[in-house]
């Protein structure tokens, strides 16, 4: 099967080391002229990291990887600890992996590390779609198409290939915009914990943590707008408007943010969940059907996930409507309900008064008491998802 994907993102390009390795002729359509990624980290979740072990890139995964020893909730303003999820050898052995954090562009260069150049084609943007007896065709702006068994819109959040399937509209502003810094430290140093730091004021909330085996510290800083003012997704911010927007935040971030040289401001919008993905022979993957807000660190791992499941729907059915159909069972409910549950959390991380805060801290005491492993931000059921029981369903 002859199959294009339209995007090199993180999910193209875990999409095309799966199908590659499933021994399907694949090749990907990227608009930009090479592979990149923002420069900024990622939080790589037990179900995600499932996925790359899955794909056969665990070793390189790992040797990326800074391995932080807990998640934790804290007060704005004292640093007080609100919950926290301890990642040991008992959660490692509880989810059978690890919780881990890395550079982005070390995350592509990973599932881009045994595709062939010649499977990957740059400078194309894709510009329309459409199904052609027993196919489906690209066209391009450089006024060039192709035709394929199997088109995959993995070109994120504006996916062409969606609008051309289903129609234009539904994206949603969420109300957040953030700033995406990194900070070089050289090493763990006593202002950041070894922890995925996540941050609770009024309206607004900070999440920090370690990359780049611990040389650098990832900034994620949401705060609330009535609405998005520019077209692009991110503008340049100067490291003064974020200090400014978090004035009063505890010394530790006051710290940190002191050492921001470079930050870029970006608007978060999502989608409410689409009912179906396909249509013929096209179908989507990742931010292109699902974006979430990025509160519960998932829309990668949503992506990597649904890349190994595709490839393994594709490889198991002789028919690509099934396949497909497989594919979209498995993928839909899930990632609805991620969808959801992340804009939840642009609630409950975001109260506005200290009473509320107050009360929110109870709740999650009261949870981590019955369950200290989820305590109240509740992601057991998001972890404890691997998708390699997706395969063994199909066998079985
Ligand atoms: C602040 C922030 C923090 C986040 N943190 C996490 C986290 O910790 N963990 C996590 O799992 N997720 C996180 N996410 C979410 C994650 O970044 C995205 O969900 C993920 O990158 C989506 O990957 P994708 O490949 O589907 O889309 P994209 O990364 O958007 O890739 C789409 C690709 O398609 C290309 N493209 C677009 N249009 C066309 C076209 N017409 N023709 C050809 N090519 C095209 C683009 O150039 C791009 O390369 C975060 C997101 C944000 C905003």
């Known amino acids: 099967m002859k199959i294009a994907i339209i995007g090199g993102g993180i999910g193209g390009a875990a999409t095309a080391h799966a199908l590659l390795r499933k021994g399907f002729d694949v090749t990907i359509f990227e608009q930009a002229p090479a592979f990149g990624e923002v420069g900024a980290g990622v939080q790589i979740t037990p179900n995600a990291v499932k996925a790359i072990v899955g794909l056969g890139l665990a070793d390189k995964l790992f040797a990326n990887a800074f391995y932080p020893k807990a998640v934790t909730g804290r007060h704005w303003q004292s640093g007080r600890q609100n919950f926290r999820i301890d990642l040991g050898p008992e959660f490692r052995a509880h989810y059978d992996a690890p919780f881990i954090h890395v550079h982005r562009a070390d995350l592509l260069d990973i599932l881009i590390s045994d595709l062939p150049s010649e499977n990957c084609r740059f400078n194309m943007r894709c510009t329309g779609i459409e199904q052609t007896a027993g196919g489906a065709r690209a066209s391009f702006a450089d006024g060039s198409q192709i035709d394929a068994d199997l088109i995959i819109g993995a070109d994120g959040v504006r996916s062409v290939v969606r609008s051309q399937l289903f129609g234009e509209g539904g994206l949603r502003w969420t109300g957040h915009q953030c700033y995406r810094a990194l900070v070089p430290t050289g090493g763990v140093v006593d202002y950041v914990a070894p922890e995925s730091a996540f941050w609770m004021g009024p309206k607004a909330h900070v999440v920090t943590y370690y990359v780049k085996g611990g040389r650098a510290v990832n900034i994620v800083a949401v705060t609330e707008a009535q609405e998005w003012v520019t077209e692009s997704w991110s503008t ?95 993928r839909q409910p899930r990632t609805a309900r ?16 200290e009473e509320e805060m107050a009360r929110r801290d109870e709740e999650y005491a009261r949870l981590a008491k019955e369950d200290p492993r989820t305590t109240g931000i509740n992601t057991d059921w998001v972890y404890d998802y691997d998708p390699r029981n997706f395969s063994r369903k199909l066998a079985a």
């Open 236 to 330: 340049r911010a100067s490291a003064d408007e974020m200090l400014r927007d978090f004035e009063g935040w505890h010394p530790d971030l006051q710290k940190l943010f002191e050492g921001v040289t470079e930050t870029f401001n970006w608007g978060l919008f999502d989608r409410d969940p689409m009912d179906t993905w396909s249509k013929g022979n096209v179908t989507l993957l990742g931010d292109a059907c699902h974006p979430m807000l990025p509160f519960l660190s998932q829309g990668a791992a949503m992506a990597i996930e649904d890349a190994y499941v595709l490839a393994e729907a594709l490889a198991m059915h002789r028919d690509l409507g099934d396949a497909l159909a497989a594919y979209e069972a498995e």
């Open 338 to 353: 991620v969808q959801l549950e992340a804009r939840e959390r642009g609630r409950t991380y975001h109260l506005p008064t």
